[in-house]
């Protein structure tokens, strides 16, 4: 008896079984870096400016996580932004309501999402093609809505995009609601539990009787709507609306976030926590390069190279 109910030792948690782990040693590694490289990157105004210039590619790369999850893809939320910045600047401009400006622009984010998810589930269009195409008119569309010139929003929105509470910025709040609600559905909900199916395998998803055509348009739908979110929180921080807001490369720093964080290209595997360090990594790379006064273009070759490498490695781990 005494054999039976002997207490068994805890098994040992060591870095190595950290899902994790080298993605966040890769950050200490930067994070230490900078440090000694330069004084003002460990600074409270300066880390406060990371996170809140991070809170945005984070509300895209979450809606991103669980829409890649299920096998699918939105190349189409940074042009989502760039329309709903234009709209709700032109809005806000011309005198109407804040909450009404927010409403009508995140509206508008969540019909181009569900026009995505429907030629994506009705057609046999590629989602790459189909978003990537989607988000080439957007683009044109936010030039349109504007007319090529900026639009600034003057002291609209300055609560959200510049005010604190408890020291850190409004925006952070935002982006850490959505990134916990995201972990919470993705893996607490038969919803989230479906998505990890579709992306495994969409025709045994089908055949165990799940409702593939709805999920997948809810997914696309909540991409649109946090493309809206994200492009209210973005104008909020700017006060203005300008070409070249929001786009495709706000796109492509959102999608190596997510790879980088360990999400499958091919659907069936994804974990909120691992965009988050992909997005803390990217934030974090682009800060040190500015205070180091290394050119913005290198920006661009590091978020490439990132992303280049991360999708090799997503493979050569799908394939093990």
């Known amino acids: 008896m005494a054999a039976d109910t002997a207490v068994r030792p805890l098994p040992k948690v060591t870095l ?27 600074s409270a105004n300066n880390l406060l400016n990371v996170l809140r210039q991070v809170s945005v590619v984070a509300v895209i790369a979450a809606g991103l996580t669980l829409l890649m999850t299920a096998g699918g893809m939105d190349f189409s939320m940074g042009g989502n932004v760039a329309v709903t910045t234009a709209v709700a600047a032109q809005m806000l401009a011309h005198g109407r309501p804040t909450w009404l400006t927010i409403l009508a622009s995140i509206g508008l984010a969540v019909v181009f999402g569900l026009v995505n998810g429907a030629v994506v589930t009705f057609t046999s269009v590629a989602p790459f093609v189909a978003t990537l195409a989607t988000a080439t008119l957007l683009d044109g569309v936010a030039l349109l809505v504007i007319n090529g010139m900026s639009v600034s929003i003057g002291d609209h929105l300055s609560a959200l995009g510049n005010g604190r509470t408890f020291g850190l910025p409004n925006l952070v709040f935002v982006a850490a609601l959505v990134l916990v609600l995201t972990a919470l559905v993705m893996r607490s909900t038969t919803f989230g539990r479906d998505a990890f199916a579709i992306g495994g395998n969409e025709d045994v998803a089908r055949l165990s009787g799940i409702n593939v055509v709805r999920d997948k348009l809810v997914l696309y739908g909540l991409a649109g709507a946090l493309s809206g979110l ?23 720093t959102a999608v190596a976030a997510v790879v980088i964080g360990g999400t499958s290209l091919a659907g069936g595997r994804g974990t909120v926590g691992g965009t988050v360090l992909g997005v803390l990594l990217l934030g974090v790379v682009a800060n040190v390069l500015n205070l180091l006064q290394i050119s913005s273009y290198y920006q661009q070759i590091s978020v490439g190279a990132v992303l280049l490498i991360a999708a090799v490695a997503n493979l050569l781990q799908r394939r093990r």
């Open 16 to 42: 190595r079984g950290f899902q994790h782990a080298g993605l966040l040693a890769v950050l200490a590694l930067i994070v230490i870096y900078a440090g000694v490289q330069t004084d003002a990157f460990l």
């Open 230 to 252: 994200a492009g209210i929180m973005l104008l909020s921080r700017l006060a203005a609306s300008s070409p070249g807001t929001g786009g495709l490369q706000l796109q492509l």
